[in-house]
């Protein structure tokens, strides 16, 4: 099971054009959509030098990537 963080892009839309960041085991990816078909929960973490960040957390077998025209999406499965 792989841990999964998502949370608001606060970059968007004056830096990026993505909404979301997915945060695979610490690993980000910038994403427009995410679709979640596990249970999830709310969580906090602190991060030095920016301070609190909240997420929708779940765990999950199988994160997939879409690459659409003018759209990225993530399915959390």
């Given at each position: ?8 892009n ?30 999830c929960?709310t ?35």
């Open positions: 099971m792989k841990k999964v963080d998502i949370r608001f606060t970059n968007f839309p004056i830096k990026s054009q993505y909404e979301w960041r997915v945060l695979v085991d610490g690993l980000e990816t910038l994403v427009n959509n995410v679709r979640i078909e596990t249970p929960h969580t906090s973490t602190f991060i030095e030098g920016q301070g609190m960040k909240w997420h929708l957390s779940t765990e999950a077998n199988n994160i997939d990537f879409t690459i659409l025209p003018n759209n990225k999406q993530a399915t959390i499965k």
